[in-house]
């Protein structure tokens, strides 16, 4: 893996490229997802992209990560292959999930991406879970984190979560992407406190808002909320500030929040103002900038290719990765299922 910490040169680089990575991902995924190509759902991160960098350049290429059902962005800062992962998004049988999972379950285990999900508020019951594993286990100088949005901080296993890994110093850290709108709702309108991580107060842990249009704030909240962990203090509660450019989902009407607002989030954009502050630090000169973008872009042009290249999976496969033990009621229904005859000739 690059060198992808923010007190290093080659680092910060690294971190402007996974920003524009995502963004060029998720702008792809958008028009292939309107073309009909990309099945299902996709909940675009265009505009975040910097807390789910900053986020994952604090932390060891050890630490687990839950994610929610916007998840591209955790997944490329965490070091994910764009093309297995567009594969995916593809519904092809060489994306990670075989092309079971889509958009909205990406997930591999062995690079500590637990997996995103498309139930709310999910991804602090699993951070919790694998904090107690590492605890068990003795894994001093490991920590897990999970993104949750602005609309799951009300979801009451958010809370049971974070109760028991704030009672049992558990090395977690939750990360709350506060995007201004749960789907169409305003944050102001969901919750009865200034700010998100206030609700740290109610386990006694630390609870920290920043700038989530910054990497470089993100990244220094997340290092300080590791640190603590991994020394067995438990928790803390990060609250990033950022907005989402596209809708909730491709095809919402946005009829809820106006054309001004959304041009004033586009002007404070994570990705031009990282790279100004690189240009004027001597690490980067514009020419470079563009030579980045290109190299970017044919990255996730080669990914789509591989996508589109790829096979489905096939009928019976449907029935794959479900049981641990062999079940004969399952192994029957994927022999019917098989378009190629199979054992008993296919019902297809």
């Known amino acids: 893996m690059p060198d992808y910490s923010l007190d290093t040169e080659a680092g910060r680089l690294e971190a402007l490229r996974r920003m524009l990575t995502i963004r060029e991902f998720d702008t792809k995924a958008g028009h292939y997802f309107a073309d009909g190509e990309i099945p299902g759902f996709v909940h675009l991160y265009i505009g975040e992209e910097a807390v789910g960098v900053g986020t994952c350049a604090a932390l060891d290429p050890e630490d687990y990560i839950a994610s929610t059902h916007r998840g591209h962005g955790h997944c490329i800062a965490k070091g994910l292959d764009t093309k297995l992962m567009m594969a995916e998004l593809f519904g092809k049988e060489s994306g990670y999930c075989n092309g079971k999972g889509g958009s909205m379950h990406i997930a591999d285990v062995d690079l500590g991406m637990l997996g995103a999900n498309g139930i709310v508020g999910a991804g602090p019951p699993l951070a919790t879970g694998a904090a107690l594993s590492i605890h068990h286990q003795d894994r001093d100088d490991q920590a897990a984190l999970a993104f949750l949005g602005d609309g799951a901080t009300a979801q009451g296993q958010v809370h049971e979560a974070v109760n028991m890994a704030s009672t049992w110093d558990l090395p977690a850290i939750f990360l709350i992407e506060n995007n201004q709108y749960g789907e169409a709702t305003a944050v102001e309108d969901q919750h009865n406190v200034e700010h998100l991580s206030d609700t740290a107060q109610a386990y006694d842990i630390p609870g920290v808002t920043v700038d989530g249009m910054d990497v470089t704030a993100v990244n220094e909240a997340v290092t300080e909320a590791r640190k603590r962990a991994v020394a067995g203090d438990g928790p803390t509660i990060i609250e990033a500030e950022t907005y989402r450019y596209h809708g909730h989902y491709e095809g919402d009407e946005q009829n809820y929040r106006t054309d001004e607002e959304l041009q004033r ?34 990255e996730i042009a080669e990914a789509i290719e591989f996508a589109q290249d790829a096979d489905l999976p096939a009928p019976q496969d449907a029935y794959e990765d479900m049981f641990k033990e062999s079940v004969p009621e399952i192994e029957q229904f994927a022999r019917d299922a098989r378009t190629d005859g199979g054992v008993d000739g296919g019902n297809f």
């Not at 002007?267 to 790279?275: G, P, Y």
């Not at 004027?280 to 190299?295: N, P, Q, S, V």
């Open 265 to 298: 989030w586009k002007d404070r954009d994570a990705i031009d103002s990282f790279k100004d502050r690189l240009i004027d630090r001597g690490e980067l000169t514009e020419a470079e900038f563009e030579e980045m973008k290109d190299e970017v872009e044919a």
